[in-house]
């Protein structure tokens, strides 16, 4: 097993502005695993809000395959298991190896995981913080590249700004994040009904993550479907969160990779929730990796790959409002 290791920074086409910040790019680490005659590869994505960097990754990584004492597939998934941090490293070795896997055994990395549906969800095109004419220029990008649903990024302060531009330019559905930023109970269920008037499908997030929201899902469904994020990271937050949250949203870089991701889907729909493949505006690398789960999902959010001007590769794709998954391939140009 030879593992190689390239860090690069992805520019966003358009600065990225949500609830606690702008972005005008992101680290990441491209790993690159070969065995057998095959190669494979993954994608660590370091938004700075998950306090992994560059070096946490690539010291990680190597420390890593020098512990590895087999040099099987198999043998690696063993080891990996055994992390329990650094999750985006992680995720990047693991949907390495699973690709590594499906090739060596001539089989889609959805037959290895036995899914069998074809029906790909709705992805959602991400439209952060932002004035009309910047607003119009993403949605005809978005239209342009095949969506047919948008996910409106809220801050508490310009919402009805964001909700009454969206809608005057477009009458595709749409759901909203609102990244922890309302502050109270009655902010959110009055936000809430009228988000509903104004037709939005979901709320994703809406308090912060230590909040209880102000009605329980036993208790009588919300008026709109609401999803958690931040309070969703890994496998063993989904059952605290089910009275509360309709749905999750499951995003490789949280909870370290497909192997994991795969495990939070069957426990949420063992208890009845909805489910949200997600990204952190990874390229093409990192939402290829997720797409393969996304006939298990709801909604499907990877729009990394077509919110960046630099994508060193190339893969799935939204093709009339819906996933398809393609192979990765890379664009020699890009990366060295
Ligand atoms: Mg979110």
Same mark, same amino acid.
């Given at each position: 097993?030879?593992?190689?290791?390239?860090?690069?920074?992805?520019?966003?086409?358009?600065?990225?502005?949500?609830?606690?910040?702008?972005?005008?790019?992101?680290?990441?680490?491209?790993?690159?695993?070969?065995?057998?005659?095959?190669?494979?590869?993954?994608?660590?994505?370091?938004?700075?809000?998950?306090?992994?960097?560059?070096?946490?990754?690539?010291?990680?990584? *190597? +420390? !890593?395959?020098?512990?590895? #004492?087999?040099?099987?597939?198999?043998?690696?998934?063993?080891?990996?298991?055994? /992390? @329990?941090?650094?999750?985006?490293?992680?995720?990047?070795?693991?949907?390495?190896?699973?690709?590594?896997?499906?090739?060596?055994?001539?089989?889609?990395?959805?037959?290895?995981?036995?899914?069998?549906?074809?029906?790909?969800?709705?992805?959602?095109?991400?439209?952060?913080?932002?004035?009309?004419?910047?607003?119009?220029?993403?949605?005809?990008?978005?239209?342009?590249?095949?969506?047919?649903?948008?996910?409106?990024?809220?801050?508490?302060?310009?919402?009805?700004?964001?909700?009454?531009?969206?809608?005057?330019?477009?009458?595709?559905?749409?759901?909203?994040?609102?990244?922890?930023?309302?502050?109270?109970?009655?902010?959110?269920?009055?936000?809430?009904?009228?988000?509903?008037?104004?037709?939005?499908?979901?709320?994703?997030?809406?308090?912060? *993550? +230590? !909040?209880?929201?102000?009605? #329980?899902?036993?208790?009588?469904?919300?008026?709109?479907?609401?999803?958690?994020? /931040? @309070?969703?990271?890994?496998?063993?937050?989904?059952?605290?969160?089910?009275?509360?949250?309709?749905?999750?949203?499951?995003?490789?870089?949280?909870?370290?990779?497909?192997?994991?991701?795969?495990?939070?889907?069957?426990?949420?729909?063992?208890?009845?929730?909805?489910?949200?493949?997600?990204?952190?505006?990874?390229?093409?690398?990192?939402?290829?990796?997720?797409?393969?789960?996304?006939?298990?999902?709801?909604?499907?959010?990877?729009?990394?790959?077509?919110?960046?001007?630099?994508?060193?590769?190339?893969?799935?794709?939204?093709?009339?409002?819906?996933?398809?998954?393609?192979?990765?391939?890379?664009?020699?140009?890009?990366?060295?």
């Amino acid at each position: 097993m030879k593992l190689s290791l390239f860090p690069y920074q992805l520019e966003f086409r358009y600065p990225f502005r949500i609830a606690h910040g702008v972005r005008t790019h992101t680290d990441v680490v491209y790993v690159k695993l070969e065995h057998d005659g095959c190669t494979a590869w993954g994608e660590a994505t370091l938004p700075p809000y998950l306090l992994e960097t560059q070096q946490s990754v690539i010291s990680f990584l *190597t +420390d !890593f395959s020098k512990s590895v #004492s087999g040099n099987s597939v198999d043998e690696w998934f063993d080891r990996l298991r055994k /992390e @329990s941090e650094n999750l985006s490293a992680k995720a990047a070795l693991d949907m390495a190896l699973w690709g590594l896997k499906a090739q060596l055994q001539n089989k889609s990395i959805e037959e290895l995981l036995g899914i069998k549906s074809t029906l790909f969800p709705l992805a959602t095109y991400t439209i952060g913080v932002c004035s009309l004419p910047e607003m119009k220029l993403k949605i005809d990008d978005a239209i342009g590249y095949g969506f047919e649903m948008f996910k409106i990024k809220l801050n508490g302060e310009t919402d009805e700004d964001m909700i009454n531009n969206f809608r005057n330019i477009c009458e595709k559905p749409y759901a909203v994040d609102v990244n922890q930023g309302w502050k109270d109970a009655s902010m959110f269920i009055n936000k809430m009904e009228w988000l509903k008037e104004k037709g939005c499908v979901l709320i994703e997030q809406p308090l912060p *993550t +230590d !909040f209880l929201l102000p009605r #329980s899902r036993v208790n009588g469904s919300y008026d709109l479907p609401v999803y958690a994020d /931040e @309070s969703c990271q890994r496998l063993g937050d989904i059952e605290k969160l089910r009275d509360n949250f309709d749905g999750v949203n499951i995003k490789l870089m949280k909870c370290g990779g497909i192997t994991e991701a795969f495990q939070m889907i069957r426990k949420a729909r063992e208890l009845e929730m909805k489910v949200l493949i997600g990204c952190m505006s990874e390229s093409s690398v990192g939402c290829s990796a997720a797409s393969h789960l996304t006939p298990l999902a709801d909604y499907a959010d990877l729009d990394g790959p077509y919110l960046i001007s630099n994508n060193p590769f190339e893969g799935m794709q939204v093709v009339n409002g819906r996933i398809q998954v393609r192979p990765v391939t890379k664009n020699s140009l890009n990366l060295q």
